[in-house]
C-alpha cells in the first residue's frame, strides 16, 4: 500500500495544526482584564469583538497562502525557507501577544511588532515570483499588522511610561 498521496496533504496538515496551535496560544496571551480596560485607547480603535473575527480570517488567509504557495514552491530549498518564514512570522505573533498583554508592556510589544511586521512582509515578497495568489493573500495581514503597530504605538504615547 502506498502513501504517496499523503505528501500532497503535508501542508494543509502543516497550516491546521501550525493554525490552531497559534490561535489558542494567542487566545491564552490575550489577557483583557482590569489592566487593559484601564487603557486609554484612541477614538478611533475598532471594538474588541472585531480582533477575533479578523485574526481568523488573516490565520485562514496564511494557511491558504502557506498551502498554495508549497505546492507552487519550486524546489525543496524554497519549500524550507517557505516553513522557516512561516514559523518565525507566528512566534513574532505570539511573542507580541505575551508582551503586550500578559507581561503589560505595550512599549515592548511595539518594538517587537517591527519584527512581526518584517516577518509578513518577507512572506509576501518571497512568495510572489511563484505564487502571486499567495502574496496577494498575505497583504491584508500586513495591512491588519501595520494598522495594530499605529494602535499599539497610541496607546503607548497615550499611557506610557510602562514598567513591571
Aim: net charge positive; hydrophobic share 55%.
Amino acid at each position: 500500500m502506498s502513501f504517496e498521496w499523503l505528501a500532497h496533504y503535508k501542508p494543509i496538515v502543516f497550516a491546521l495544526i501550525w493554525g490552531i496551535v497559534l490561535a489558542l496560544a494567542g487566545a491564552w496571551a490575550t489577557e483583557l482584564g482590569e489592566w487593559y480596560k484601564n487603557l486609554q485607547q484612541p477614538s478611533w480603535k475598532p471594538p474588541d469583538w472585531v480582533f477575533g473575527p479578523m485574526w481568523s480570517t488573516i490565520f485562514i488567509c496564511a494557511g491558504i497562502a502557506f498551502v498554495m504557495a508549497y505546492h507552487r514552491a519550486p524546489n525543496q530549498q524554497t519549500i524550507r525557507m517557505l516553513v522557516i518564514l512561516f514559523i518565525v512570522n507566528g512566534l513574532f505573533n505570539f511573542i507580541w501577544s505575551i508582551l503586550y498583554f500578559r507581561m503589560h508592556r505595550p512599549d515592548w510589544a511595539l518594538i517587537e511588532a517591527i519584527g512581526l511586521w518584517l516577518s509578513v512582509l518577507a512572506i509576501l515578497l518571497a512568495t510572489r515570483s511563484y505564487s502571486p495568489i499567495s502574496s496577494w493573500l498575505m497583504a491584508p495581514y500586513l495591512v491588519w499588522v501595520s494598522i495594530a503597530m499605529v494602535l499599539n504605538w497610541t496607546t503607548v504615547k497615550l499611557n506610557g511610561p510602562f514598567s513591571q
